[in-house]
């Protein structure tokens, strides 16, 4: 695999996405607002669940499906296991009101390297400006929790970005999505059955 140079400018660009998706983290059906709680922080993870399973399958049917190569394959494998970790990890927080694994139908989405591209570069726009979306619906103890990932999937956004040749950081800010509009974005993919 050929090593990846991204010069000093574009690193700091990609820090600042970083810092800026750190602020945030979790989706979730509030349609009120109201104070953070220990229920509202439920309710945010339990759709939290739902986004990191989703990326997680989607990621895997990649995989299975043969069509990835080099660094591709190489985002996929990793993001993959990374969402996965992050899905046990809301699991655990969660327990017993854990909800079961959605079934997911990526069509042919994955069949195609530059499809794969494009979805997972939605997909991981999408779980960050829902996170951030949430991020001052979460208990401080949940959002620096929430954090950890957040962080990670920033990492996620500009390295697939700069795999398929788009600026890895492309706004000073990212903006956040309410609930609904992340729920709805879900939706529209049409991969949740």
Request: glycine share 8%; net charge neutral; charged share 25%.
């Amino acid at each position: 695999m050929a090593e990846r140079r991204i010069d000093r400018v574009a690193f700091l660009r990609g820090g600042a996405a970083v810092t800026a998706g750190a602020v945030a983290l979790a989706v979730w059906p509030r349609t009120t607002a109201s104070a953070p709680s220990a229920k509202q922080d439920a309710e945010i993870l339990r759709f939290a669940l739902t986004v990191e399973d989703l990326q997680a399958a989607f990621y895997a049917d990649a995989i299975k499906r043969g069509a990835l190569t080099g660094e591709l394959l190489e985002f996929a494998r990793t993001v993959g296991g990374h969402e996965r970790a992050h899905a046990d990890h809301i699991r655990q927080a969660l327990g017993s009101g854990a909800p079961k694994p959605a079934r997911f139908d990526f069509g042919d989405t994955n069949a195609d390297p530059k499809r794969f591209g494009q979805t997972a570069i939605a997909l991981e726009d999408l779980g960050l400006a829902a996170y951030n979306g949430a991020a001052t619906s979460l208990t401080p103890d949940a959002l620096a929790d929430a954090a950890r990932i957040v962080s990670v999937e920033a990492r996620h956004a500009s390295w697939i970005r700069d795999i398929v040749g788009e600026n890895p950081a492309p706004h000073a800010a990212d903006k956040p999505i309410s609930a609904s509009e992340a729920q709805a974005a879900v939706a529209r993919t049409g991969f949740v059955k």
